[in-house]
C-alpha cells in the first residue's frame, strides 16, 4: 500500500483531492489541522478514529496543529445537535482541555504535535473584526446546513450565537495558515466554510478530509459522550473487553477498519468480537493487561462477582463515599471518583449511590460489594 491508499483508504471526503495530491507530493511539511471543543472531560475511541489519521500524516512527516477550541467552547457547535449547547464555565473549559490533551498525545507523536488554543486569536477581535467576518457569508449559505433548517423549520430557536460557529471555527484556519483539515463526517460544513474563509481573506483555501462517524457500543447513534454510548481511551482494561463484548455484530468491520488497522478475523462474530476486545485493551493498556480484562469478562458473565475482587479495609467511624473509591483504587483524584458517581456507576450492595457528598458508617457497610461500572468490584472488611 502506498503512504498515500493509506491516507485515503477509510476517508469519506477528500476535496479536492487531486489538489491534496499534490500537496502530499510536494515534499514540504503540511499543517494538519484538527479541532476539538472541549466540552467533556474525556477523549473517546469516536475522538481516535480522526486522532489516528492525524497520526498517520505526522508519521509521513507533516506537522499536526492540534487546536483546542477554548473559545468556539463557549460558542458551541451546532453540528448534529437539536437544541443549542449548555454553556461552559471558563473552569469548566479549562479542565476539560487539559484531560483532552492528556489523552490526545496517547495516539498522537508529543514532537510533531502543535498545540494551539483559538482564545489566542479570537479573544482580542474587536468589533471591527467580527463585523468584517460575518460580511463574508450570506444568511442563506448559513441556513443551508441541514441542522440550522430543521431547527428553523419546526420553529425551534436557534441562537445569532450558534450562526458564528462556522465563521469563527473557519477563521482558525486562517489564523493556523492550514494545508488540510481533519474531522468526522458531521464537520463537512465547518471544514468547508474554513476553505471559503480562507479565500475570502486572501489565504491559500485548505483542502478537507473526513473520516467516517464510529457508531458507538448501542450500535444506533455516533460515538458520543452526551450518549452514554462510548468506550473511554483511559477507562479500565476490564470496562474496554466488557463494552466492546456488547457491540452489535454488525459494527465488527468498521471498528477493525477505523480503530485497529487489520482486517477483520475470519471467524464467528463472538469470536471476532473478542479479537476486537483484545486488540483495543492492548492499544489502549498494553498486552500484559488483555488477559485480567477477558478472564473478568468470563466471570462476571456468569453474572458472579470475580473471585479476585480486591479486599478493601474500612477505616473507622464514617467513610465519605469519595475517600471509599479511592482507598479501593478504582479512582486516582477524589475529582474523577465525583464522575464515577455524577455518571451513575457506582453502587453499594447493588444499590446505586448519586451524593457524592454521602457518609456512610463503616460498620453498616462490613461484608457489602463496592462496585464501579460494570466490572470493577470490592469486598468491603472491617479493620482488624
Ligand atoms: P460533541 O458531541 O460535544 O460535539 P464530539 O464527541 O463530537 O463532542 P468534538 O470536539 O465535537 O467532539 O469532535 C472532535 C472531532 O472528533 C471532530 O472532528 C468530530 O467529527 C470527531 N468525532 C467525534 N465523535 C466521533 C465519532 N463517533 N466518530 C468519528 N469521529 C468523531
Ligand atoms: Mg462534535
Not at 464514617?318 to 486516582?332: E, H, M, P, R, S
Not at 465525583?338 to 450492595?349: A, E, N, P, Q
Request: hydrophobic share 40%; glycine share 8%.
Amino acid at each position: 500500500m502506498t503512504q498515500l491508499d493509506r491516507i485515503f483508504g477509510n476517508a469519506v471526503d477528500v476535496i479536492p483531492r487531486e489538489e491534496l495530491e499534490k500537496r502530499l507530493n510536494s515534499g514540504r511539511p503540511l499543517r494538519i489541522k484538527l479541532g476539538f471543543d472541549p466540552t467533556a472531560p474525556d477523549i473517546h475511541l469516536g475522538h481516535a478514529v480522526v486522532l489516528k489519521k492525524l497520526r498517520e500524516f505526522q508519521d509521513l512527516g507533516h506537522t499536526a496543529v492540534l487546536l483546542v477550541g477554548d473559545y468556539t467552547a463557549r460558542i458551541g457547535d451546532p453540528s448534529g445537535r437539536s437544541k443549542t449547547r449548555p454553556m461552559l464555565t471558563p473552569d469548566e473549559i479549562e479542565a476539560n482541555t487539559r484531560t483532552y490533551l492528556d489523552q490526545a498525545h496517547l495516539i498522537l507523536d508529543r514532537e510533531r504535535t502543535e498545540v494551539r488554543h483559538n482564545s489566542e486569536w479570537l479573544a482580542p477581535l474587536t468589533l471591527a473584526d467580527i463585523i468584517g467576518l460575518t460580511r463574508a457569508t450570506t444568511v442563506a449559505r448559513i441556513l443551508e446546513r441541514d441542522d440550522f433548517s430543521k431547527r428553523f423549520g419546526v420553529g425551534d430557536p436557534i441562537t445569532l450565537t450558534e450562526l458564528l460557529y462556522p465563521l469563527v471555527q473557519a477563521y482558525d484556519s486562517v489564523a493556523l495558515d492550514a494545508d488540510v483539515e481533519l474531522g468526522g463526517t458531521d464537520q463537512l460544513y465547518n471544514l468547508l466554510m474554513g476553505r471559503h474563509i480562507m479565500e475570502y481573506y486572501g489565504k491559500t483555501p485548505q483542502c478537507v478530509l473526513t473520516m467516517p462517524l464510529l457508531v458507538g457500543t448501542d450500535g444506533s447513534a455516533k460515538m458520543s459522550k452526551s450518549l452514554g454510548n462510548y468506550i473511554g481511551l483511559t477507562e479500565h482494561p476490564r470496562d474496554v473487553f466488557g463494552k466492546t463484548m456488547s457491540i452489535p455484530d454488525n459494527l465488527m468491520r468498521d471498528y477493525y477498519e477505523l480503530l485497529l488497522d487489520r482486517d477483520i478475523l475470519d471467524a464467528t462474530p463472538v469470536e471476532q468480537k473478542r479479537e476486537l476486545a483484545r486488540g483495543l485493551v492492548r492499544v489502549l493498556h498494553g498486552a500484559d493487561t488483555v488477559e485480567d480484562a477477558e478472564a473478568t469478562f468470563d466471570t462476571v458473565a456468569k453474572r458472579g462477582i470475580p473471585e479476585d475482587a480486591p479486599e478493601v479495609t474500612l477505616p473507622e467511624g464514617d467513610v465519605w463515599i469519595v475517600d471509599l473509591i479511592t482507598l479501593a483504587g478504582f479512582a486516582k483524584t477524589n475529582g474523577e471518583a465525583r464522575r464515577l458517581i455524577k455518571g451513575g456507576g457506582v453502587r453499594i450492595g447493588g444499590e446505586p449511590v448519586v451524593d457524592e457528598k454521602v457518609s456512610l458508617d463503616a460498620e453498616a457497610l462490613q461484608g457489602s460489594v463496592l462496585q464501579v461500572g460494570k466490572r470493577r468490584y470490592a469486598r468491603l472488611v472491617p479493620p482488624r
